[in-house]
């Protein structure tokens, strides 16, 4: 959700991979909370944080304490900006399919609200990312 709300609302301007600690397979609801915000998803494979070898990163955030723990490991002495956004695992949520929806919607609510906070002033300030 992360990558996609970041492309979404900054494009080119701003580089963005996303990964996770675990390969899986794209989730459902994830497409269906996205397609609410008219952000289309369909089309993404999952990463681990092992793909992602593109090099040097600014900022990575993590989610979860085990992704942060991963990160600060694998950044090593990198001056890499490695910053922590708890968020709740909505895919813990049972309950009916509109009670696990809403875990989405307020995950993705507060990811779309932290993005624009933290990368909207970096961009206001003429950040134009790497090289």
């Not at 900054?10 to 994830?30: E, H, M």
């Not at 993404?44 to 490991?73: C, I, M, W, Y």
């Not at 809403?102 to 933290?118: H, N, P, T």
């Amino acid at each position: 959700m992360a990558e996609a709300i970041t492309r979404a609302h900054f494009g080119n301007s701003i580089y963005t991979a996303s990964a996770g600690i675990r390969a899986g397979n794209p989730d459902p609801f994830v497409e269906v909370v996205m397609d609410e915000l008219n952000i289309d998803i369909h089309n993404r494979q999952p990463k681990t944080l092992e793909d992602l070898n593109e090099g040097f990163f600014d900022l990575v955030v993590t989610l979860s304490p085990t992704a942060h723990h991963v990160a600060l490991e694998m950044a090593g002495v990198d001056a890499t900006e490695i910053e922590y956004w708890p968020s709740a695992d909505p895919t813990v949520v049972q309950g009916s399919r509109e009670r696990m929806l809403d875990a989405y919607r307020d995950v993705r609510d507060r990811l779309l609200e932290r993005i624009l906070s933290r990368l909207g002033d970096t961009i206001d300030k003429g950040w134009k990312g790497p090289g």
